[in-house]
Every structure is written in C-alpha cells, then in structure tokens.
C-alpha cells in the first residue's frame, strides 16, 4: 500500500501531507469534500458550487454546473 501513515487524533482529525497539499493547492481554511466509498475515504479539494443548484462541485471545466443539473440542462 502507498500513501502516508497519519495518526486520527481524539477528535477525529488528521494532518495532510504538505506535499499533497502543495500538489492539489489546499490552503488553511479552503473546503474540501470528504467521501467514503468501498471502505475508503477520500478527501477532494472543492473547486466551487453548481450555479444552479449550489451543490458543492469539484470539476475543473469552466462549467460551473453539477452533474445532475447538466443532466436537466441536456433533457430540456
Ligand atoms: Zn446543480
């Protein structure tokens, strides 16, 4: 297995990685979205919310839509 190993503190807290940080361009106090799927958390940075729907978005197109409202937008 790959990856950094980060110790989870009493409140349920890790640090991330400076390097992953730097990579995805992280700063303090930007959003970030946290998933589980299959057992494995993932932490995205947040790029922006749906202009539509403001639903929180983590695409990089200039599209500043979700998914399910360019599914709307395509059917109508
Ligand atoms: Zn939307």
Redesign the pocket.
């Known amino acids: 297995m790959s990856g950094i190993e980060r110790s989870v503190d009493d409140l349920g807290r890790i640090v991330l990685p400076i390097k992953y940080r730097k990579r995805l361009g992280i700063c303090s106090n930007d959003k970030v979205i946290v998933d589980v799927d299959r057992g494995v958390i993932t932490i995205s940075p947040m790029k922006g ?7 929180a ?1 983590q695409s990089e197109s200039r599209v500043r ?6 599914d ?1 937008v395509k059917k109508s």
């Open positions: 919310v749906c202009a539509l729907c403001g639903e978005i839509l979700c998914r399910a409202c360019i709307k």
